[in-house]
């Protein structure tokens, strides 16, 4: 099974700033990498896809890159709605399907 | 617009069972598969299987095999997951979510989630 690790586990930015999250695989899974967004009492949101795609209606301060086992999302400029719970999943390795633990993403 | 609606809340005794719908539309019910995801407290999003909405095979995760059961009403566009001999380790909330492809993820729709409690 593919190990997902997101670093840090929280991260404190003031509203305007930008902000670099990270997911680490265990083992290559190659771009079969997606990020999802979060937010309380709701299902997670896809926001890329394919290490750097941006899935429909994504503002285009998300961005997305890596392969292989270091990925990167960045949001830049932060707006109030983007302070959320942020998911890494791989889905090059299966079953099963493997997410990472989460990155907090709050307001500073 | 794709939506997937599932049904309510649940309150289960261990070692019971429970069924959870999530009823689709907005695509062609037959041409994808339906996937579940559970979200324990306080911990990471986790994969349990799918479901081919065409031909009824499936397939799940090694960890939930032989419990957990996915079938699929095709004349109502519904899937359901059971799943039993419940623990209280099963406490989570329950996520039906469709890739934007055929099968694998990304999950581009997700429904809206059901909570599933565990308690003597």
């Known amino acids: 099974e593919v190990v997902m690790t997101q670093s840090p586990a929280i991260l404190s930015v003031s509203p305007g700033e930008g902000a670099t999250l990270s997911c680490r695989a265990s083992?290559?899974?190659?771009?079969?990498l997606a990020w999802y967004q979060q937010k309380p009492g709701q299902a997670p949101r896809l926001l890329i896809y394919?290490?750097?795609t941006r899935a429909t209606g994504v503002p285009v301060r998300f961005s997305g890159s890596g392969s292989g086992t270091e990925f990167t999302l960045t949001i830049s400029s932060l707006q109030s709605e983007d302070f959320a719970v942020y998911y890494c999943?791989?889905?090059?390795?299966?079953?099963?399907?493997?997410f990472g633990q989460g990155t907090k993403l709050e307001i500073k | 617009q794709v939506q997937l609606v599932q049904s309510g809340a649940e309150v289960k005794k261990p070692g019971a069972s429970v069924k959870v719908s999530c009823k689709a539309s907005g695509y062609i019910f037959t041409s994808y598969v339906i996937h579940w995801v559970r979200q324990a407290p306080g911990q990471r999003l986790e994969w349990l299987g799918w479901?081919?909405?065409?031909?009824?095979?499936?397939k799940y995760s090694q960890k939930f095999q032989g419990r957990v059961a996915m079938i699929r009403d095709a004349s109502a566009t519904t899937v359901y997951m059971e799943l039993s001999s419940l623990r209280s380790e099963d406490t989570a909330v329950y996520y039906c979510?469709?890739?934007?492809?055929?099968?694998?993820?990304?999950?581009?729709?997700w429904g809206q989630g059901t909570l599933v409690t565990v308690s003597s």
């Open positions: 394919g290490a750097s």
């Open positions: 083992q290559s899974v190659s771009s079969n």
């Open positions: 999943q791989q889905y090059d390795n299966w079953p099963p399907y493997t």
């Open positions: 479901i081919n909405c065409g031909n009824s095979n499936t």
């Open positions: 979510a469709k890739s934007l492809q055929w099968l694998h993820p990304p999950f581009g729709s």
